[in-house]
T-cell receptor, first 116, second 112 residues
Framework: NAGVTQTPKFQVLKTGQSMTLQCAQD?????MSWYRQDPGMGLRLIHY???????DQGEVPNGYNVSRSTTEDFPLRLLSAAPSQTSVYFC???????????????FGEGSRLTVL | GEDVEQSLFLSVREGDSSVINCTYT??????LYWYKQEPGAGLQLLTY?????DMKQDQRLTVLLNKKDKHLSLRIADTQTGDSAIYFC????????????FGAGTRLFVKA
């Protein structure tokens, strides 16, 4: 089982460059989300999606875009990278609100981004 | 808005019990979770508790929920060196894990 797959695992960017972090899940999950993890601050929610074609902002959405054209994929785009976006990014998915779903989030292994 | 707070570090001796504490602010939180993160990896769900429960036990893990004080704790009995990791408290006010909010994480050190 692949679960949640993130690419790339590591990336170095220069200030002002753009890039896309890829996230794919093969569990037919309705819900997908992106978090960033910074020391002492835990995980902060960037954007989330409750299904294909539907996205919404989390706690820290500025500087990031997302789209959800398929159930499987949820890419995160950095439009113009800044040093403040240096972080570890995690994609997570969940079955969604139906039935007895506990709301467990399934995480990818993370993408470590450095912006110089 | 929602906020989750937990202490950043805990050190225990192997074989002792570990207790990690967490407070949350949103009284409408329906689901509360403990996730574990090992070095270089993503988070994995350890256990969860619904807001209509006071306690949940799962092998070495005991979760206590005090809704009045908005306090959640995780007790790990007979702590092993393999339990060394970061433990995150998290809350969600909706079903399905939507907009789950995490604390800063408690780094547990287990001394042999």
């Amino acid at each position: 089982n692949a679960g949640v797959t993130q690419t790339p695992k590591f990336q170095v960017l220069k200030t002002g460059q753009s890039m896309t972090l890829q996230c794919a899940q093969d569990m037919n999950h309705e819900y997908m989300s992106w978090y960033r993890q910074d020391p002492g601050m835990g995980l902060r929610l960037i954007h989330y999606s409750v299904g294909a074609g539907i996205t919404d902002q989390g706690e820290v959405p500025n500087g990031y875009n997302v789209s959800r054209s398929t159930t499987e994929d949820f890419p995160l785009r950095l439009l113009s990278a800044a040093p403040s976006q240096t972080s570890v990014y995690f994609c997570a998915s969940s079955y969604g609100a139906g039935g007895m779903n506990t709301g467990e989030l399934f995480f990818g292994e993370g993408s470590r981004l450095t912006v110089l | 808005g929602e906020d989750v707070e937990q202490s950043l570090f805990l050190s225990v001796r192997e074989g002792d019990s570990s207790v990690i504490n967490c407070t949350y602010t949103d009284s409408s939180s329906t689901y509360l979770y403990w996730y574990k993160q090992e070095p270089g990896a993503g988070l994995q769900l350890l256990t969860y508790i619904f807001s209509n429960m006071d306690m949940k036990q799962d092998q070495r893990l005991t979760v206590l929920l005090n809704k009045k004080d908005k306090h959640l704790s995780l007790r790990i009995a007979d702590t092993q060196t393999g339990d060394s990791a970061i433990y995150f408290c998290a809350e969600s006010i909706r079903a399905g894990g939507f907009k789950t909010i995490f604390g800063a994480g408690t780094r547990l050190f287990v001394k042999a």
